[in-house]
């Protein structure tokens, strides 16, 4: 399967190999940047965020080659991904087959609410933790009460 | 060495509700000690580690919140935090 590798907008500029970043991959470019924007304003500007956001040309969807420009580019010793439904998982399954072995071992793709997890993981990440336990902080995200 | 903290009452500043960027620096702030942290306001607790257990807690400006910790820097931590909520602006 091949990508067209496109630019992708980051959030964030990240001191090398400092804080752990995050992916954020949604249907739509609106939800992916809006939730770049809240995730910097809580967690601070040094964690590194890339997002995949929409489909080709601006549509409501995803794009493949954008989610794989991301996991290559997105700065940081490793990088939390969160998708928000079904085909964005799907892009983001087909684009971590794209990586090979050493891209692939700096990428952890999490079963987490896409909002929750992007803050929790963005916070943990500002912290200096480790990939795993950013991992594990989004994914906590599930079982946190909102009421 | 303090094992557990006394809890300690601080107000947040009447117009600096616990959420986003503060309540990012919190959690940050605590996440610098190794001490298991609590919070209370509202009526509810939550883990000081968790940020999305301290944005639950609905914190708004002039929100009293209770600090407690336990753990061998406890009174450190919550000299700190007590410290961050009283100057957050």
Redesign the interface.
Known sequence: MAFDIVECPTMTSSNGDGFVGLVLVSHSAAIASGLAELVAQVAGPDVPIMTAGGGPGGTLGTDGGRVLAALRTVDGPGAVVLADLGSSLLSVRAALAELDPTEAERIVLVDAPLVEGAIAAGVAASTGASLADVAGAAEEARGVPKL | MSRSSELTRVRLPATVALH??P???F??AA??FAATIEVQANGRRANAK????I??LGADGGTELAISASGDDAAEAVADLVSLVAGLS
């Open positions: 986003a960027r309540a990012g620096a959690v940050r996440a610098s968790s940020i999305l257990e944005l639950a």
